[in-house]
Structures are given as structure tokens and as C-alpha cells.
């Protein structure tokens, strides 16, 4: 298969899909390696950024999407205004910020860090697709452990968990929310309210 008719079999795909394609579905449909894959999905999302076109394809850990680009956010949320989800509160910001940073980790363990009972909170990140149940702690009891998804990643504008801030100093045994935690709160705050106002929808 040549590199373009790869480069529209991947465009087709991913815009049919609306949601993140792995690269190891993609090679398997389109009978093609993945460094083949990876580099014309690249390809692709150099030439979207470069002409300034209406579309964006992210590269999310070991997937990719496409989506809008962010410039036309506003347009698209005059149309699709009633569907976009309400901000999270500061609550679900730190159980969603616990979560990230120290996954895979059991609820027990959120309330602990935050000092409060946190079911509420976890119930709302799991509808909203930002945490996962990823198994269970070999303990008594068994507690289902949490840890973030591809949703978390695309809705932060993060390629992986290798790009969160680092926490210098803090660790989960400390068992609170430090001042580094706050921080890291406060940066998903803005990664949130940025994302609602400049990125588009896939």
C-alpha cells in the first residue's frame, strides 16, 4: 500500500472512529508495521498543524485521534454548547490529581490523602471517564485500585503520565494533601479551564 492511500485509510478510520485508535488495531486493519504506522500517523499530524487545517490528529500514549483544532473551539461550542460536561469541582480535582500522580491507588487511600470520604467524588470521575477500575489490591477485603485513562490524557492535552509536573518531595506515604499536591491541583484547574475554552472537540 502506498503512503498515501495509508495516509487516507488512517484519516478514514480515525475520523469513523471519533475516539482513540490503538496503533496496534491500526497496523492489524492495514496489514503494516507499526513504525510504518507511528510515522505516517505523524505525517498526518504535521501536515493538519502545518496547513492550518480544521482538523488535529493527537497522539495519545499508544493510540491517535482526531479532533478539532483548538482555534475553532468557539464556533464549536456555540453548536454543541448543551453537550459539554460541567467543570469538575475542587473535590473531583483532587481525587482526579491523587489518582494521577500516585496510580494505581484504592479509595481507601484517597480518603486517607484527603481526609474526607471520596466515594462521591470517585463515582463522578469514573462517569466521566477520567479514572478506571484497573484490579484489586492483594489485601483483605480485595479493594478495587483506580488509575487514570486515555480520556484523562486527551482531556488535559497530554501525550502520557510522563508529562505531569513532577511533585519534588512528596510521596504517598505522607498521607496529605501537601502544598506540592495543591499546586498540581491548581494545574489541572487551568489545564481544565484551558481546555474548555481552547481545545475543540474530537
Known sequence: MEIKELERAIESIL???????????????????RDTVDAVCQRLADHYRYERRGMRLLHLDTAWQMCSAPEFAGYIRKVMENRKPPRLSQSALEVLAIVAYFQPVTRAYIDQVRGVDSAYSVSLLLERDLIEECGRLAVPGRPIQYRTTRSFLRAFTLSSLEELPELPGTTPEQGQITLEMQAAIQRLQEAEAQAAGEEGTP
Open 15 to 33: 475520523f469513523a472512529s471519533g475516539e482513540p485508535v490503538g496503533v496496534e488495531r491500526l497496523c492489524l486493519a492495514l496489514d503494516q508495521d
